[in-house]
């Protein structure tokens, strides 16, 4: 039985700040598994594709990015579930696209967004093993917004117009 957690709403201090990367001495610790656990839970009974761990107010450098078609993204790609530690976009793409971006934080809100077509990332994982990996489409418009979680952004304070 996995937990639930509440989910930061826009305008709380959480979602404004950098969060912490998490340490070595936490790799593989039970804490981390079951907050990477409870993370994946409360994203799927939100029908979201990814979150991050400042979402419910962990000031943790953790995400997970799990793009699959639900009534929130019925065109949402399949992939498998990726946890991120410490994740760092090592290279942007120059192309770009818009895409509509909503989040659990900002209920009810949904806007075009431009984001790098592909990006590589390097992370940890649970166990903390190195990893690189190229992103595009769509995972990578969700790994860019959940890294911006990280950063204390939300997609709205990226909207020009
Ligand atoms: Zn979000």
Redesign the pocket.
Same mark, same amino acid.
């Given at each position: 039985m996995s937990v639930i957690l509440p989910v930061a709403q826009r305008g709380e201090d959480i979602l404004k700040l950098k969060a912490a990367p998490v340490a070595e001495s936490e790799f593989n610790s039970d804490w981390l598994l079951q907050l990477a656990s409870a993370m994946h839970a409360t994203m799927l009974e939100r029908n &979201?594709v &990814?979150?991050?761990a400042p979402?419910l107010y962990i000031s943790k450098q953790v995400i997970i990015v799990a793009s699959r078609s639900n009534p929130r993204y019925p065109d949402a790609p399949e992939m498998d579930a990726v946890v991120m530690l410490n994740p760092q976009i090592l290279e942007f793409s120059e192309a770009t696209c818009f895409g509509e +971006?909503?989040? $659990?934080?900002?209920p009810d809100e949904r806007a075009q967004v431009e984001r790098a077509q592909s990006i590589k990332v390097l992370y940890h994982t649970l166990a903390g093993d190195v990893m690189e990996t190229v992103f595009e489409g769509f995972p990578a418009r969700i790994v860019q917004? +959940?890294i911006?979680?990280l950063n204390g952004i $939300?997609?709205v304070d990226r909207l020009t117009a």
């Open positions: &979201g &990814g979150i991050a979402q +971006e909503g989040c $659990l934080s900002v917004h +959940e911006d979680h $939300l997609f």
